[in-house]
């Protein structure tokens, strides 16, 4: 091999965060123009050895070369300066700027006489949004974008700077299949260019598709490289996870008829219209759409955060007001927000407060049952396999995937009779979905009723008795048992086909 080629080389990169190793001497020589992926289980140290290639940690031992030199990235501006850019897992964006204020932060465009060239700016945004083919306004606040949006920013401020090394970490786990398409050809055309691209996801099927090479890591050791060619989605789980993974779907269970939940026709102006269903005991009724369909808002809706302009939600038989998350919560209905790091967690509270946190009640007697709580917390680290150091520890300190898993337990703490899951999956593991998956089919076991709204269609198909598909804040359409396909879905979301 020429070795003009090798963009990258690590020797013997470690990491340890007190003591405790999480990444050991890692040695991979990365092609100019490749995308290399990176895929391992939740805390396989994936993030950590993509921060010490962009300078947000240093490492413990070892040594980077960037083509051809030894160099010592020591923070990010050195990361930048070599044409090092990422990006994150976790959302960096500063929500009360605007679009193009955050695209060039700290990069931005001025006028002769020190003044900020807006206008510059603003078009050279409209233009990299233009490549991501989204409608994002420039002058848009990021806190009125969807997750979806946000992530399409994010992208678009790594693309802005000139990259020699693209670090992409979990960029499409908010994203549909049209935008993921979207990004897919833009990654291709960086390639073509020179570009290379680390692409770390869980999605394998992506991976199998993007990546020319993928390395695999477990428990922070360096398992595989090989060409994606040479390797099927089988095979990359087994080696992510150390053993064979069958059967990632339980068997469906059969729901009651028994209705638990009956919307009818409920609006919220300007974001819904006419939402009639049911939800029955024990059932998983799945929601499927298109970004921008309604779902989120609908589970807001039922939730209690978006007022309903029309409309009337029955539980149990019985009409009822929810007017706010705990009227929700005393209602016997549980969410799970897909927006994990704006409402799901609180990342600089530890892992068990954090799962207790809205069924604080049931731990105080008056005070807080530090006892209870903390063997409750144990039950869930147990069940979901959250890797955590302790129940104490602060989630910032844990894994992307990790803290997800504490957004799950946290929500289900309540013990609901109806649980709305938005997204229940992104961004963890093949293992921990199977996890997930048993689990939900447990509680619905237990005559538990679950809304399921997903992106994934394979975890549509997979899981749910019923699915409800929305298009632009109505439903088009609810398929039953032998109608469930990715294809009437699609059908439907994209509107092509009409009517229930
Ligand atoms: N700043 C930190 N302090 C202490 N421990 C940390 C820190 N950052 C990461 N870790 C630990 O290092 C391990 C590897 O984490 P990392 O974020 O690299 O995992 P990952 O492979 O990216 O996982 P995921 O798929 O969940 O994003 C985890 O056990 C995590 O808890
Ligand atoms: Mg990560």
Same mark, same amino acid.
């Given at each position: 091999?020429?070795p003009s080629?090798?963009?990258?080389?690590?020797?013997?990169?470690?990491?340890?965060?007190s003591?405790?190793?999480?990444?050991n001497?890692i040695?991979?020589?990365?092609?100019?123009g490749?995308?290399l992926?990176? *895929?391992?289980e939740?805390?396989?140290?994936?993030?950590?050895?993509?921060?010490?290639?962009?300078?947000t940690?240093?490492?413990?031992?070892?040594?980077?070369?960037?083509?051809g030199?030894?160099?010592h990235?020591?923070?990010?501006?050195?990361?930048?300066?070599?044409?090092i850019?990422? *990006?994150?897992?976790?959302?960096?964006? *500063?929500s009360?700027?605007?679009?193009?204020?955050?695209?060039?932060l700290?990069?931005?465009?001025?006028k002769?006489?020190?003044?900020l060239?807006?206008?510059?700016?603003?078009?050279?945004?409209?233009?990299?949004l233009?490549e991501?083919?989204?409608?994002?306004p420039?002058?848009?606040?990021?806190?009125?974008?969807?997750v979806?949006?946000?992530?399409?920013?994010?992208?678009?401020?790594a693309?802005?700077?000139?990259?020699?090394l693209l670090?992409?970490d979990?960029?499409?786990t908010?994203?549909?299949?049209?935008?993921?398409d979207?990004?897919?050809r833009?990654?291709?055309r960086?390639?073509e260019?020179?570009?290379?691209i680390?692409?770390?996801s869980?999605?394998?099927?992506?991976?199998?598709?993007?990546?020319?090479?993928?390395?695999?890591?477990?428990?922070?050791q360096?398992?595989s490289l090989?060409?994606?060619?040479?390797l099927d989605?089988?095979?990359?789980?087994?080696?992510?996870?150390?053993?064979?993974?069958?059967?990632i779907?339980?068997?469906?269970?059969?729901?009651?008829?028994?209705p638990?939940l009956?919307?009818?026709n409920?609006?919220?102006?300007g974001?819904l219209?006419?939402?009639?269903?049911?939800?029955?005991?024990g059932?998983?009724l799945?929601?499927?759409g298109?970004?921008?369909?309604g779902?989120?808002?609908?589970?807001?809706?039922l939730?209690g955060?978006?007022?309903?302009?029309s409309?009337?939600i029955?539980?149990s038989?019985r009409?009822?007001?929810?007017?706010?998350?705990?009227?929700?919560?005393?209602?016997?209905?549980?969410?799970?927000?897909?927006?994990?790091?704006?409402?799901?967690v609180?990342?600089?509270?530890?892992?068990?407060?954090?799962?207790?946190?809205?069924?604080?009640?049931?731990?105080c007697?008056?005070l807080?049952?530090?006892?209870?709580?903390?063997?409750?917390?144990e039950?869930?680290?147990?069940?979901?396999?959250i890797?955590t150091?302790s129940?104490?520890?602060?989630l910032?300190?844990l894994?992307?995937?990790?803290?997800?898993?504490v957004?799950?337990?946290k929500?289900?703490?309540?013990?609901p009779?109806?649980?709305?899951?938005?997204?229940?999956?992104?961004?963890i593991?093949v293992?921990?979905?199977k996890?997930?998956?048993?689990?939900?089919n447990?509680?619905?076991?237990?005559g538990?009723?679950?809304?399921l709204?997903?992106?994934?269609?394979?975890e549509i198909?997979?899981?749910?008795?019923?699915?409800?598909?929305?298009?632009?804040?109505?439903?088009?359409?609810?398929l039953?048992?032998?109608?469930i396909?990715?294809?009437?879905?699609?059908?439907?979301?994209?509107?092509?086909?009409e009517?229930?």
């Open positions: 091999m020429n080629e090798v963009l990258v080389k690590t020797v013997d990169i470690s990491k340890s965060f003591g405790v190793t999480v990444l001497k040695n991979i020589e990365i092609l100019q490749e995308i992926g990176i *895929i391992g939740n805390g396989a140290g994936k993030s950590t050895f993509i921060k010490i290639l962009n300078g940690y240093t490492p413990s031992e070892g040594l980077v070369f960037f083509a030199n030894p160099v990235i020591r923070d990010t501006g050195v990361a930048k300066r070599l044409g850019n990422t *990006i994150p897992q976790e959302f960096n964006l *500063i009360h700027l605007n679009v193009y204020e955050n695209i060039f700290g990069k931005e465009l001025v002769g006489n020190h003044l060239d807006k206008q510059q700016m603003k078009e050279k945004t409209s233009e990299l233009r991501l083919n989204t409608d994002i420039p002058d848009a606040k990021i806190q009125e974008l969807s979806a949006q946000k992530q399409m920013v994010e992208i678009a401020k693309v802005a700077y000139d990259s020699r670090i992409m979990e960029p499409t908010v994203l549909t299949q049209h935008e993921i979207v990004l897919f833009l990654m291709q960086l390639k260019r020179g570009v290379t680390i692409y770390i869980h999605k394998l099927r992506e991976v199998k598709r993007i990546c020319d090479r993928v390395m695999i890591l477990r428990d922070g360096f398992i090989d060409p994606t060619d040479s989605e089988q095979e990359m789980a087994r080696r992510m996870v150390g053993r064979e993974l069958n059967q779907f339980p068997p469906k269970v059969i729901p009651r008829s028994t638990v009956q919307v009818r409920l609006s919220v102006t974001l219209s006419d939402i009639s269903f049911d939800l029955h005991e059932e998983i799945g929601f499927s298109l970004i921008g369909a779902r989120t808002e609908l589970a807001e809706a939730i955060i978006r007022p309903l302009s409309g009337q029955m539980i038989g009409p009822q007001t929810i007017s706010s998350p705990i009227d929700a919560v005393n209602n016997g209905i549980a969410y799970l927000s897909e927006d994990r790091q704006g409402t799901g609180l990342t600089n509270f530890d892992v068990a407060s954090n799962i207790t946190l809205v069924s604080l009640d049931k731990y007697k008056p807080l049952d530090g006892k209870k709580e903390k063997a409750r917390t039950e869930y680290i147990e069940a979901f396999n890797r150091p129940t104490k520890t602060r910032e300190y894994s992307g995937g990790n803290q997800q898993k957004s799950l337990a929500s289900l703490d309540p013990q009779i109806i649980f709305i899951i938005d997204e229940p999956t992104r961004g593991d293992n921990a979905k996890e997930v998956y048993y689990f939900i447990n509680l619905v076991k237990t538990i009723s679950c809304i709204i997903s992106s994934e269609m394979e198909l997979g899981l749910c008795n019923r699915v409800v598909v929305m298009r632009e804040g109505r439903i088009t359409g609810i039953e048992a032998d109608k396909s990715e294809a009437e879905i699609m059908f439907h979301a994209t509107g092509l086909k009517g229930a």
